[in-house]
């Protein structure tokens, strides 16, 4: 780019960006006092109203340290997306950029960051009729039904979108649909440039300081409240801003096996009773299978009730050991998940054999009883 060029530039957009817990907000205030500039967030759900202790928004004296926007100003039923963000914050830095030299975009969205800094291609804005046939397609029929329909629609982008996205495959297959050509053909992906210039600083955290930060994030959205907001939010649930968060495994079952999306809910409110109740009865049929002769259940129930409670209790109790004390990544490198795992596999192991021993020695005391 030549001098002339950057010379017709005005003003400069300093992005923050980072993972989640590496301390955006506190450098972008920080960064902003000093430079006298308002920020813009780049986060794609610290815009909703109603979920400020979820999504993580700055605190009422980070916001009174430096002029927010895009913070808490739509509410959460409000059908927001990158593209209107990107519309709505160029004609923002217009404005901003007449007053100041420097505006901070913060945040973690790097779709949000990428329209801002990049733009996105010219594509037809939803119609709100076929939006909602779609989305009640997407809840009764599952994702697997518009991956179909995408697939023969577009082949060429149904092999590289995020199929566990419900959001990005609704929306190809609703621009296929508008405009009757493959949503692939439509996206250019050249950047378009901007009349500002752009600078970028990453944030970089080590994993263990990071993980740390995170755990104590979370504690401190528990005690302000989290769980209430979280029960307050949860009727509106199928909507697209609470639609970003999912079991990776469950949207793959979704969009391979057609898992309809009602038993994927069920099984996030039921796993850990049904793996308890699956580990009972495995752990139950391998006792009664390691037995001399053919035992009743009574012999067999109270080591496996044991063995099952012990395992348990020790693999939740060796996962916090590994998370705060052990430092195996340290010492051995990439080898350390290997020797974790073979630390617990033996543990395990020793687990399953107290629990047949514990049925063993049950069966000989009333063995002598009768005798």
Request: with cysteine; charged share 20%; aromatic share 10%.
């Amino acid at each position: 780019m030549d001098s002339a060029m950057i010379s017709d530039k005005r003003g400069t957009l300093v992005v923050v960006a980072g993972p989640t817990g590496s301390g955006k907000t506190e450098v972008g205030v920080e960064l902003a006092r000093r430079l006298g500039a308002p920020i813009i967030s780049t986060d794609s759900r610290q815009v909703f109203r109603g979920m400020a202790v979820g999504t993580a928004q700055p605190s009422a004296e980070q916001q009174a340290a430096a002029l927010h926007y895009f913070i808490a100003d739509r509410e959460v039923s409000d059908d927001y997306n990158a593209g209107r963000f990107e519309a709505e914050a160029l004609e923002l830095l217009d404005r901003l950029f007449v007053t100041h030299d420097y505006v901070l975009a913060v945040g973690g969205s790097g779709l949000y960051i990428d329209a801002l800094c990049h733009g996105f291609d010219a594509l037809p804005p939803a119609e709100p009729a076929l939006r909602a046939q779609l989305e009640a397609r997407l809840r009764e029929e599952g994702l697997g039904s518009l991956l179909e329909e995408l697939r023969r629609f577009d082949p060429v982008y149904y092999e590289s979108v995020d199929r566990s996205n419900p959001s990005r495959v609704l929306r190809a297959v609703e621009v296929c649909i508008q405009t009757g050509r493959p949503y692939s053909e439509q996206r250019s992906g050249e950047p378009r440039e901007r009349p500002f210039r752009i600078l970028k600083i990453g944030i970089k955290v080590g994993r263990e300081e990071l993980y740390g930060r995170i755990d104590r994030r979370v504690d401190g959205m528990l005690a302000s409240g989290l769980e209430e907001e979280a029960r307050r939010l949860w009727p509106l649930r199928g909507l697209n801003a609470l639609m970003t968060v999912g079991d990776r495994l469950l949207g793959y079952a979704v969009e391979n096996f057609h898992l309809p999306l009602f038993v994927a809910g069920l099984w996030s409110r039921l796993r850990f009773p049904v793996a308890g109740t699956v580990g009972f009865f495995a752990l139950f049929f391998l006792y009664a299978l390691s037995q001399d002769g053919r035992q009743p259940w009574r012999n067999l129930w109270p080591g496996t009730l044991f063995s099952l409670a012990a395992w348990m209790a020790l693999s939740f109790c060796y996962s916090v050991y590994v998370d705060n004390f052990a430092h195996y990544s340290i010492l051995y490198g990439s080898i350390g998940t290997a020797i974790v795992l073979l630390i617990w596999l033996y543990m395990s192991s020793v687990v399953l054999i107290m629990g047949a021993e514990f049925n063993g020695t049950l069966i000989s005391l009333r063995k002598e009883r009768t005798a």
